[in-house]
């Protein structure tokens, strides 16, 4: 595996793997305990829309005016719905008790991607001010991408950290031109946020907020879209968009395997066992799923238009697919991987997210 830049390479320890994994599993169980399980969409010209997941039917709308809201979370305690809005430039913090808009968060230029820290105390969202969306079928020259990258100097593109009680933003890290999928490791020490135009997966130490390694995935694929980490924190799976494939790192960030995808990969996940993985084939129009063992495609579910994101349900039983372009959301059965229900209605979904906390795209591990 080839490292980037001029940072010296820091490798990711086994120490304190297992208390990240006993962590995700304490927010899984003390989640779920009591708890009415509900689905969380970010429908970027709507806002948010709340579904009931026992009876898979809307229940809740909560309107955010030319917010445009992509990336979405939910708070430990269930009290708070986070998203980070395209339109408006911002966080929205939405209080469910009190059903509305309590605090808006300036943070730049085009934020996407929104990811909470392990102990939930904060939560990191990526922007990219200099990103002028896919680039065409030829990869963008280097000539283009220094063009790119001057044009948004002024507003440098970074990731930004919050802090839930206070709602502001404690601290920056400095990123690439068109940041994307954000994931911690096990330990919770370390961020990783995947770089679409620089091909790269660049890796921050949280307790100095320093970039300590930058991976090239350039031999591998381009234009790297998701990253996800195993259950047992040993992998990490990277989406690569242009290329159609997944390439399976191991946790100290070197190459394993390239896994072939439907075209247009982009959301990622395991299964809550770790004993598949799914991936979001986006342009195929597939929700697929993987052995994780020997890697091998063993099922697809058919989807809409722009099916970015999914997640399990908390009880590991259903798995909802937002399939943007399409306006819906699809239901399928986790065990047959049947259709069960189509949820219409719902203006361009990006992101889905559940509380209590489940296996999906955008949250566990």
């Not at 309107?63 to 809201?69: D, H, I, R």
């Not at 694929?221 to 191991?250: A, I, M, T, W």
Request: with cysteine; charged share 25%; aromatic share 8%.
């Amino acid at each position: 595996m080839k490292k980037m830049g001029l940072v010296s390479p820091g490798r990711l320890r086994r120490f304190g793997q297992a208390a990240g994994v006993l962590m995700a599993a304490f927010w899984l169980l003390a989640g779920n305990r009591g708890a009415a399980a509900v689905a969380y969409v970010s429908s970027e010209p709507f806002g948010v829309v709340a579904i009931d997941l026992e009876k898979m039917t809307v229940t809740r709308r909560f309107p955010l005016p030319k917010a445009g809201p992509r990336g979405i979370g939910v708070t430990r305690d269930g009290r708070f719905v986070v998203t980070a809005n395209k339109g408006t430039q911002d966080v929205t913090v939405i209080d469910l008790k009190k059903r509305h808009v309590v605090r808006r968060i300036p943070i730049g230029p085009k934020p996407e991607f929104l990811k909470f820290s392990l102990d939930g105390r904060r939560f990191f969202v990526a922007h990219e001010p200099a990103s002028e969306g896919a680039p065409s079928k030829r990869q963008r020259s280097e000539a283009e991408q220094e063009r790119q990258e001057e044009a948004g100097a002024k507003t440098a593109a970074r990731i930004v950290e919050i802090d839930v009680e206070s709602w502001e933003i404690v601290r920056t890290f400095p990123a690439s031109v068109d940041t994307e999928g954000i994931e911690l490791s096990a330990d919770g020490k370390r961020m990783l946020c995947a770089n679409e135009s620089e091909d790269s997966l660049r890796v921050y130490d949280l307790e100095s907020g320093k970039e300590v390694e930058r991976v090239d995935l350039r031999p591998y694929g381009h234009r790297p879209r998701g990253v996800k980490r195993s259950p047992d924190g040993n992998q990490y799976l990277v989406s690569l968009e242009s290329s159609g494939n997944v390439v399976v790192l191991d946790r100290d960030l070197h190459f394993l395997a390239s896994v072939a995808t439907g075209a247009g990969p982009y959301g990622i996940s395991f299964d809550p066992q770790g004993a598949h993985f799914l991936v979001a084939a986006s342009r195929a129009k597939k929700l697929q799923v993987f052995d994780a063992k020997t890697r091998k495609l063993v099922r697809e579910m058919p989807v809409g238009d722009r099916c970015w994101h999914f997640t399990y349900t908390p009880d590991g039983g259903k798995i909802l697919a937002a399939c943007g372009r399409s306006n819906e959301l699809l239901v399928f059965d986790a065990e047959s991987y049947r259709l069960r229900k189509v949820l219409g209605g719902i203006p361009l979904p990006w992101g889905v997210f559940t509380y209590p906390r489940a296996y999906g795209s955008l949250d566990l591990p």
